[in-house]
Every structure is written in structure tokens, then in C-alpha cells.
């Protein structure tokens, strides 16, 4: 039987393309635990991009990048809308 659930990694790497195809430079996109806030989902951009880095928290770290990836998509949504 195979797998059909992606992973954390396959998450990331979206995120990441969906950002460089619509911001542009990314320095990283990551997730780490945080003991006060919980999982914190994070995509920092370089210098030339008028808002630094977007971040997101949930339950667990799968929670946290779905939440992250959904942010992106609704400002790329509002962009495209301008």
C-alpha cells in the first residue's frame, strides 16, 4: 500500500516555490517548536521584499505549515486582486 499523505518536507518545499514564483528571493522556510507558543511555521524573504518574514503557529508541526502555505496563498490572492 502506498502512502498518499504528504509530508512536512513536500509542505515546505510548496511553500517555498509558491513564495520565490510571487515574492521572490527566500532566504529559508522552516519549523521549530516553540515551549510558549507551541509549533511555529516560518518563511523568512531576503532584504528586497516589503515585508521580512510571515509566520504561523499550530497544534503540531504539520498544523502549523497548512496554516503558513494558507496565509501565502491569501495574500497572493490579494495581490493578484490590486
Known amino acids: 500500500m502506498s502512502d498518499t499523505r504528504k509530508k512536512d518536507s513536500e509542505r515546505i518545499l510548496r511553500i517555498y516555490q509558491l513564495c520565490e514564483e510571487h515574492f521572490g528571493a527566500v532566504r529559508f522556510v522552516g519549523v521549530k517548536f516553540?515551549?510558549?507558543i507551541g509549533w511555529?511555521?516560518?518563511?523568512?524573504f531576503e532584504?528586497?521584499?516589503?515585508f521580512g518574514n510571515l509566520t504561523a503557529d499550530g497544534e503540531d508541526a504539520t498544523?502549523?505549515?497548512?496554516?503558513?502555505?494558507n496565509?501565502?496563498?491569501k495574500i497572493i490572492k490579494r495581490y493578484n486582486l490590486v
Not at 511555529?40 to 523568512?44: L, Y
Not at 498544523?63 to 502555505?69: E, I, T
Open 47 to 50: 532584504d528586497d521584499v516589503d
Open 63 to 69: 498544523d502549523a505549515l497548512r496554516k503558513l502555505k
Open 40 to 44: 511555529i511555521a516560518k518563511v523568512q
Open 71 to 73: 496565509r501565502v496563498k
Open 34 to 36: 516553540h515551549s510558549k
